[in-house]
């Protein structure tokens, strides 16, 4: 079965604070894996994707990058408004129709100006 | 706007008492999902329809049925909700393909089961 772990569960962050976020996964045969930001009360907004280790995508203070194992989001110098949940999804290599997609828990992130 | 449209946004209702959740997407995308969204476990696909006429379970399927009658709509139906159905509900579309990029989800229903 297909695990998403995401870690730490909450991060606080004073403005400007660099700092990480780890999404750790199983799957057999990863197609994609993707990162979402999610506000409170909102459905998730999509925000990068990734298909192979070694990749990086970065937008504004977000970076993220992937190994085999795990992937990373970079928040760089953060502001307030950076501010929300950010959610790890992996698609598993396509069997036949296979459109399933696993979500890790989250990280919510609270910068602090 | 491009968007995806849930109704209603909140509901309370008892156990056993039909419902359902509708969804709407203006954006001709074929494909379109339901998930569940509950607190420490993340998002949970329940269904999730290719295109017309097309539907398969997703992770946590028991308990619900879906529809897709129209491309632009899907709705999720409990025939008999139950308090473990309590749950934040999110549904999504995108365009055709195999790849999940750009999933638009729309802003939720927050149901309670009594």
């Known amino acids: 079965e297909d695990q998403v772990t995401q870690s730490p569960e909450a991060l606080r962050l004073q403005e400007g604070e660099s700092s990480s976020l780890n999404c750790s996964y199983t799957v057999s045969g990863l197609r994609g894996l993707f990162w979402y930001r999610q506000d409170p009360g909102k459905g998730p907004e999509f925000l990068f994707t990734?298909?192979?280790a070694g990749e990086e995508k970065e937008k504004e203070r977000l970076k993220a990058t992937l190994t085999k194992k795990e992937s990373f989001l970079h928040i760089t110098a953060p502001k307030p408004e950076d501010s929300a949940t950010y959610l790890c999804a992996v698609q598993r290599g396509s069997r036949g129709n296979d459109y399933k997609l696993s979500f890790g828990a989250g990280t919510t992130v609270t910068v602090r100006a | 706007e491009a968007q995806v449209t849930q109704n209603p946004r909140y509901l309370i209702t008892v156990t056993g008492k039909k419902l359902t959740v509708t969804c709407s997407q203006n954006m001709n995308h074929e494909y379109m999902s339901w998930y569940r969204q509950d607190p420490g476990l993340g998002l949970r696909q329940i269904y999730y329809s290719m295109n017309v006429e097309v539907t398969d379970k997703g992770d946590v399927p028991e308990g619900y049925k879906v529809s897709r009658k129209e491309k632009r709509n899907f709705p999720l139906i409990l025939e008999s909700p139950s308090p473990n159905q309590t749950s934040l509900y999110f549904c999504?579309?995108?365009?055709?393909?195999?790849?999940?990029?750009?999933?638009?989800f729309g802003p939720g229903t927050r149901l309670t089961v009594l």
């Open positions: 990734l298909y192979s």
């Open positions: 999504a579309s995108k365009t055709s393909g195999t790849d999940y990029n750009e999933q638009f």
